[in-house]
């Protein structure tokens, strides 16, 4: 359902230029009422430099060292799960080993 615009917004939108603010007198909340265009222009807008900060944040915990290569992370986790292994008195095949090492990946992948 799409909720049709009255004369009195469509008259504060007139006058404003383009944008209202809409007072919803049960919750108080504040919605803006603007063109569909220019709100999808803000969220791109907005996504772009969101983007950007992570993709700054990432070169910086580079530089920094807080991160890995995905050949060192590969490493490491060949590691951690030999010596798993080992600990557990277990004996892998070459298949298992490098089953247990894209399990840990994909976990790592998936952020859990």
């Known amino acids: 359902m799409t909720p049709q615009l009255t ?4 008259e504060a939108l007139r ?13 108080d909340k504040v ?12 969220m791109q807008a907005l996504q772009a430099q969101e983007d950007l900060a ?12 807080a991160v890995l290569t995905l050949d060192a992370a590969r490493r490491n986790l060949r590691s951690d ?10 004996v892998l095949t070459l298949d298992e080993l490098d089953i247990r090492i894209r399990s840990r990946l994909a976990s790592l ?4």
């Open 7 to 10: 004369d009195e917004l469509r």
């Open 15 to 27: 006058q404003s230029g383009g944008t209202v603010e809409v007072q919803d007198d049960q919750s």
């Open 31 to 42: 919605y803006v009422l603007t063109e569909s265009d220019v709100f999808h222009r803000a």
């Open 54 to 65: 992570a993709i700054q944040a990432g070169a910086e915990a580079l530089e920094a060292g």
């Open 81 to 90: 799960a030999m010596s798993e292994a080992l600990e557990a008195g277990a």
């Open 109 to 112: 992948e998936c952020g859990t």
